[in-house]
């Protein structure tokens, strides 16, 4: 069998792989989408192809033959972006660690050394794979050497094959008589001058006739159009050196020794670091696991300190007594099914035991041990997602007090972008120690296993080890959210948040089942109906589920316009089928289908799959550490995105009602929260002045764009302006905004240009912002809440416009979160602090629901306006409103 041989081209791909990757970075700033797309890339084919053997060319800063022969050589081309220079060392620094052999020359261009490689092992019997971005390598294409050109996408990376009867099938050219069509062409990214006035289709159609320059030349006076026959014999000596700069050279002076191209283990310890320190996490299952799970737990560079574990009453009895003397502590809960297993502590400078429970010591003799301990008020407790460990702890009738520090909350409040907060990330971070995360040591999915299934001293030091990265990176967060100004944000906001989330978990919301039956019901309905209408309009019965037959239905069938076929069909995205609406009634009908389908999907069958069976209630989870601006997310279910301008997405809200009939729901929503905040950022006095004398700030904003009376304002020209004034808070453009209302992008940018003019100090504040993140690399809230904006100095036109908008927007929306939080953490304090019957169950963005006991109704109503509205102190006043109703729907 022969040999196959892979040789990339660097600097192409992993230029490639930056303009298809977002600007990423790692905790230390370190730029990171550039290599992390190449080994995308470079991952994928050689899953593909399984070389024997692999090597990476890079271009050298020295100039090469072509420079000699051509001072302005590529003199035309940009510089490198600032965001991908470094990544160019780090990317080699990660190939020599995988022992990727990289091959460089002065005065040749990688294409000639891949070129030369590739010819010489074809010589030898192997099988070469060239990769490149670059299409001039395709000049390099024969029988044997195919050339794949990878084109990173959303969605992931699509690869384009040639051998030389692909080229000739694609093209209508030969390999040889590709360098050909090149030289007529030019190429301006080279700066390669061709010959003017023969483009790409003109260059094909004379090689095709002529095979190559020389010939062509010889034969100028028949070639047609005229002017590229006169062109062709003014510009000769130009299209000849353009030829032979274009021709790759095949013969560079370098010897190849293929052995120590040889694809041995390329994830070893060494790329194992790199990758957790570059936060490539999606890489790290690449490493065989789990049979070198324990060596990398043994490994780590934890190994410093007492590692015991313990397995007796009578032994943890003694550590919980040392506890005590020391004062505080960290611990995690492990768990399996809900189930507590063993505990992990550390205390006292560097300690960490692991107690475990057995036959001879159960898990609950172990939990009645350490209750005083978890209860002890003087005793200061450090955790990671306590959350979790408070809802264990309650199952054992124990309530966590004195929890003085959550380390996932606080890596969470000074880097609210990252993907994760676990133990392993903050050792990384924090102590910058390598220390393999959970999936790493115990799989993950249904091949998962227990801790218990390591030996004792692995799963000791791994669960020990943990407990030891909690108690020790605590102090380097406290230490830099105070660098950072941000300890009023951690301690008097995200922090007492956590029991407040805790409390609206474990009490849940009651969901009446009856009449989640009777609205699945009627949802099977709404869309059997709808069902045979989109089957009667179509002429014919099809998968409505199935984008590839809906697109044949619409594009092909009913010949609707944009129906731009792809390799696996036609596009029915949703704003593909928008932009159709008002093309035909079809659109209509199947865009309610789809929203049908996702409630009865996500809201009717998911409700009864999420539903407690014994007490018919849902207990939802409140994420504190997944969105970039510091709001909270609610999952399973998830009931903070529910579709209410849908009327069936509204009535899902008549199956949430309170626990008994002793109760209502009472909801109190903030009134245009996010303005009233850009009205107190910008200080722009025309909002200000709304905002405090009450008066409608859409119809204010339609008379003075629209440049209209107040009082002749209409009911069109105000919802227009509505949408004006929140898409100003989202940075919105005009392309978004004419989109939005179905006008012209001239009209788009005349509302949002009339805006600016009429509240100046609105633009004045987004261009301050846009510069201060330039200068510092990040933006704040009024509660000192970051969020770091790599895009913001992009060369890249598209992703600096993103981080613009990013810029502008998350001042606005992080501050809302950042009231709307403590207004939770006071409402809830105040219930509990006048020992209410009533309960803070749920937040939905801008908006607490509350059950309410009848007989407290008046009282918690001032509770909840007064905490609500004095939540922050802005230059314009908050304004709740609050609906009173036996269910959820009749609130709003």
Request: aromatic residues 10%; charged residues 30%.
């Amino acid at each position: 069998m022969q040999k196959k041989i892979m040789l990339v081209d660097g600097h192409s791909i992993i230029n490639r792989a930056f303009y298809g990757v977002p600007l990423l970075s790692n905790a230390e700033g370190i730029y990171t989408n550039g290599v992390y797309g190449f080994l995308n890339i470079l991952f994928k084919l050689l899953d593909e192809d399984k070389p024997d053997y692999i090597a990476v060319a890079f271009d050298l800063s020295a100039p090469t033959f072509r420079h000699e022969a051509f001072k302005e050589y590529k003199g035309n081309r940009k510089g490198m972006p600032e965001e991908l220079k470094p990544q160019v060392p780090l990317l080699k620094e990660v190939l020599d660690a995988m022992g990727i052999k990289r091959l460089e020359k002065e005065g040749y261009e990688a294409d000639d050394i891949l070129g030369t490689a590739a010819k010489r092992a074809e010589e030898q019997g192997m099988e070469p794979i060239i990769v490149s971005g670059d299409r001039d390598l395709l000049q390099l294409a024969t029988d044997k050497i195919k050339i794949r050109i990878p084109k990173t996408k959303k969605g992931g990376t699509e690869i384009e094959d040639y051998f030389a009867k692909d080229l000739i099938e694609k093209i209508g050219v030969t390999p040889l008589e590709y360098i050909d069509v090149k030289a007529l062409m030019g190429d301006s990214s080279d700066n390669i001058p061709g010959v003017p006035g023969i483009g790409e289709k003109t260059a094909i159609k004379i090689i095709q006739e002529y095979h190559n320059i020389e010939n062509a030349i010889a034969n100028a006076d028949y070639i047609k159009p005229s002017r590229a026959s006169a062109n062709l014999k003014a510009y000769e000596e130009q299209a000849r050196q353009s030829k032979y700069l274009a021709t790759i050279c095949t013969e560079v002076p370098i010897e190849f020794d293929w052995e120590q191209y040889k694809l041995d283990s390329i994830m070893n310890p060494r790329v194992y670091e790199l990758f957790k320190q570059l936060e490539f996490k999606s890489f790290l299952d690449r490493f065989s696991m789990p049979s070198e799970s324990n060596s990398l737990i043994m490994n780590s560079n934890l190994s410093e300190g007492e590692y015991r574990a313990v397995g007796t009453k009578e032994d943890f009895e003694k550590i919980v007594q040392e506890i005590f003397e020391a004062g505080r502590f960290s611990f995690i809960i492990f768990s399996e099914n809900h189930k507590p297993i063993g505990i992990s502590f550390c205390y006292a400078d560097i300690k960490g035991i692991w107690v475990e429970q057995s036959e001879e010591f159960t898990v609950e003799e172990l939990m009645a041990v350490a209750k005083p301990l978890f209860e002890s008020n003087t005793v200061e407790k450090i955790a990671h997602n306590a959350k979790d460990d408070m809802h264990i702890l309650k199952h054992f009738g124990i309530t966590l007090r004195n929890l003085t520090f959550d380390t996932m909350i606080g890596g969470y409040v000074l880097n609210p972008t990252k993907e994760t907060y676990g133990y392993d990330d903050l050792s990384q971070e924090f102590l910058g120690q390598t220390f393999p995360s959970e999936e790493e040591i115990l799989g993950k999915g249904k091949s998962k296993k227990s801790i218990m299934d390591l030996e004792e001293k692995d799963r000791t030091k791994f669960a020990a080890g943990q407990a030891y990265i909690i108690y020790h990176s605590e102090k380097q967060i406290r230490k830099k959210l105070k660098e950072n100004n941000q300890e009023q944000l951690y301690y008097e906001i995200e922090h007492p948040l956590i029991e407040v989330l805790f409390s609206m978990e474990e009490y849940g919301f009651k969901i009446d089942t009856k009449k989640l039956k009777e609205y699945v019901t009627e949802l099977e309905e709404k869309i059997d109906i709808l069902t045979k209408e989109i089957y009667d309009i179509a002429g014919e019965e099809f998968n409505i589920n199935s984008p590839k037959q809906l697109g044949v239905i619409l594009f092909e069938k009913l010949m609707l316009p944009m129906g731009k076929k792809t390799k696996t069909g036609y596009s029915t995205a949703a704003e593909v089928l928008e932009k159709l609406r008002n093309k035909h009634i079809i659109i209509e009908k199947i865009l309610e289908y789809r929203q049908l389908i996702k409630l009865k999907t996500t809201y009717g069958d998911g409700l009864f799959a999420v539903v407690n069976k014994d007490t018919n209630k849902v207990h939802s989870t409140f994420n504190q550490t997944i969105t970039a601006t510091g709001r909270i997310s609610s999952t399973e279910p998830n009931l903070q995105n529910i579709p209410i301008k849908l009327e069936m997405g509204r009535k899902i809200r008549k199956v949430f009602i309170p626990s008994d009939e002793d109760y209502l729901l009472l909801d109190a929503d903030y009134s245009q929260i996010e303005l009233r905040v850009l009205a107190h950022i910008a200080q722009d006095e025309t909002l200000i002045h709304a905002f405090r004398t009450g008066e409608d700030i859409h119809k204010i904003t339609a008379s003075q764009v629209f440049k209209v009376p107040f009082d002749e304002v209409t009911p069109r020209q105000r919802s227009n302006a509505k949408a004006v004034n929140f898409g100003i808070v989202y940075g919105i453009g005009a392309f978004s905004l004419s989109q939005d209302l179905n006008i012209s992008r001239k009209e788009a940018e005349a509302y949002i240009e009339g805006y600016f003019e009429k509240y100046p100090n609105v633009r004045k504040y987004m261009d301050e912002t846009i510069k201060q993140a330039r200068e510092q690399g990040y933006v704040t809230t009024l509660f000192g809440r970051r969020r770091v904006i790599p895009d913001i100095s992009s060369n890249n036109f598209t992703r600096r416009s993103f981080g613009e908008r990013v810029a502008m927007n998350t001042p606005i929306q992080g501050t809302a979160a950042d009231i709307i939080k403590i207004a939770m953490i006071k409402v809830f304090n105040k219930l509990k602090e006048k020992n209410l019957k009533s309960r803070l169950i749920l937040q939905v963005h801008d908006e607490l629901l509350v059950e309410v006991h009848k007989d407290e109704v008046d009282e918690v109503k001032q509770i909840l306006k007064h905490e609500m509205e004095h939540a922050a102190k802005l230059d314009v006043p908050l304004d709740v409103d609050m609906h009173l109703g036996k269910t959820w729907f009749e609130t709003k």
